[in-house]
Antibody
Framework: QVQLVESGGGVVQPGVSLRLSCAAS????????MHWVRQAPGKGLEWVAI????????YYADSVKGRLTISRDNSKNTLYLHFNSLRGEDTAVYYC?????????????????WGQGTLVTVSS | QTVVTQEPSFSVSPGGTVTLTCGLS?????????PSWYQQTPGQAPRTLIY???TRSSGVPDRFSGSILGNKAALTITGAQADDESDYYC??????????FGGGTKLTVL
């Protein structure tokens, strides 16, 4: 079965860099787009970024554009999210999520599997 | 900036039926936005319920259904149970490489 395991979160100071990882298993990682979604404490879900199955395209939410970088290593079945300079408003649980397809394998623009999330707390 | 709207809260009696909606700050929601719905309980990851407006994700009971009602996407829960008490989020595919979640609806079953 699909398994997504995030890691790399913790308490960090403002301005530092950080890289989150999402280890994938149970599916053909290199054939699916992958997303990051975050949730600030007590708030709703916010889509953050997508990377195409082969890494050829990347898109970001306006709120993070220029500060976060999504990447992947298909040889390691791992998704990454790199923060250039963390801010307090980046404090959140970060989930990785797999692109959803229908029974025929057609992309349906939703997320069909989620990791358990990793908490990033930005505090001095 | 696109804003996806949801009722902040809703309540339903056990065994009752409730419909949660998902709209756009400007314009109508149609199937071309590929509306999807997610359920989340405190401290847990989201669970996928519905995609492409009305297709249930694997393992989701048929008392959850999706539709377009007027100019909004809708999630209907028929025969609500106590463990349906959760936060529900809709998500719309707005344009190439842009997904937006609604603010979520906190559903109380009492």
């Amino acid at each position: 079965q699909v398994q997504l395991v995030e890691s790399g979160g913790g308490v960090v100071q403002p301005g530092v860099s950080l890289r989150l990882s999402c280890a994938a298993s149970g599916f053909s990682f290199s054939t699916y787009g992958m997303h990051w979604v975050r949730q600030a404490p007590g708030k709703g879900l916010e889509w953050v970024a997508i990377i195409w199955y082969d890494g050829s395209k990347k898109y970001y939410a306006d709120s993070v554009k220029g500060r976060l970088t999504i990447s992947r290593d298909n040889s390691k079945n791992t998704l990454y999210l790199h923060f250039n300079s963390l801010r307090g408003e980046d404090t959140a649980v970060y989930y990785c999520a797999k692109d959803g397809v229908d029974m025929t394998g057609t992309w349906k623009y939703y997320f069909d599997s989620w990791g358990q999330g990793t908490l990033v707390t930005v505090s001095s | 900036q696109t804003v996806v709207t949801q009722e902040p809260s809703f309540s339903v009696s056990p065994g009752g039926t409730v419909t949660l909606t998902c709209g756009l700050s400007s314009g109508s929601v149609s199937s071309s936005y590929y509306p999807s719905w997610y359920q989340q309980t405190p401290g847990q990851a989201p669970r996928t319920l519905i995609y492409s407006t009305n297709t249930r994700s694997s393992g989701v009971p048929d008392r959850f259904s999706g539709s377009i009602l007027g100019n909004k996407a809708a999630l209907t829960i028929t025969g609500a149970q106590a463990d349906d008490e959760s936060d529900y989020y809709c998500m719309l595919y707005i344009d190439t490489g842009i997904w937006v979640f609604g603010g979520g609806t906190k559903l109380t079953v009492l």
